[in-house]
T-cell receptor
Framework: NAGVTQTPKFQVLKTGQSMTLQCAQD?????MYWYRQDPGMGLRLIYY???????DKGEVPNGYNVSRLNKREFSLRLESAAPSQTSVYFC?????????????FGQGTRLTVV | AQSVTQLDSQVPVFEEAPVELRCNYS??????LFWYVQYPNQGLQLLLK??????LVKGINGFEAEFNKSQTSFHLRKPSVHISDTAEYFC????????????FGQGTELSVKP
């Protein structure tokens, strides 16, 4: 049982380059999330998807786009990377849209933009 | 919008000493509260959660937390810490009225010294 799988684990981009971070979960969860983690700022929600076919902005959506490809997969795209997007990105999923269930996290993608 | 404040960014303690990590959240009627732990270079895993019922919640690894509605707090405690408890700890809140989004505090780095 893999849980939540993120690829790649590490990436270095030049300013202006684009890339897509992939996330897949095998727990049949409805809700999926993308967070970024920066020192002293905790995890900040970028985008989330309450169910297949829906996506919504979180706290820090600027510079990102997402696609909920199917129930399993939720990708995060940087169209034109900027140094301010250097961060560790985490994907998470949980069973339902409601608040009381546990979120499961991937191992993270460490992105550096130079 | 819901918010979470972790009052201490770093907490150094000696092994076998007690520890308390503080967390306050903005007031809301229907919130669920969580503590997650992140070991170095890993994703987050759930320590414990409060949904309803008893205000004292017990989690894994000997941790417990107390929900205090009047003070809007959810402080994490352990009576005797081990070196292996060295990690970053995140308090999080989920508000059912906001679609169950999980909002995190800034994190507290617990450093246990021999």
């Amino acid at each position: 049982n893999a849980g939540v799988t993120q690829t790649p684990k590490f990436q270095v981009l030049k300013t202006g380059q684009s890339m897509t971070l992939q996330c897949a979960q095998d727990m049949n969860h409805n809700s999926m999330y993308w967070y970024r983690q920066d020192p002293g700022m905790g995890l900040r929600l970028i985008y989330y998807s309450a169910s297949e076919g829906t996506t919504d902005k979180g706290e820090v959506p600027n510079g990102y786009n997402v696609s909920r490809l199917n129930k399993r997969e939720f990708s995060l795209r940087l169209e034109s990377a900027a140094p301010s997007q250097t961060s560790v990105y985490f994907c998470a999923s949980k069973v339902e849209r409601g608040g009381g269930t546990e979120a499961f996290f991937g191992q993270g993608t460490r992105l550096t933009v130079v | 919008a819901q918010s979470v404040t972790q009052l201490d960014s770093q907490v150094p303690v000696f092994e076998e000493a007690p520890v308390e990590l503080r967390c306050n959240y903005s007031s809301s009627v229907s919130v669920y509260l969580f503590w997650y732990v992140q070991y170095p270079n890993q994703g987050l895993q759930l320590l414990l959660k409060y949904l309803s019922g008893s205000t004292l919640v017990k989690g894994i690894n000997g941790f417990e937390a107390e929900f205090n509605k009047s003070q809007t707090s959810f402080h994490l405690r352990k009576p005797s810490v081990h070196i292996s408890d060295t990690a970053e700890y995140f308090c999080a809140v989920s508000d059912y009225n906001q679609g169950g989004k999980l909002i995190f505090g800034q994190g507290t780095e617990l450093s246990v010294k021999p």
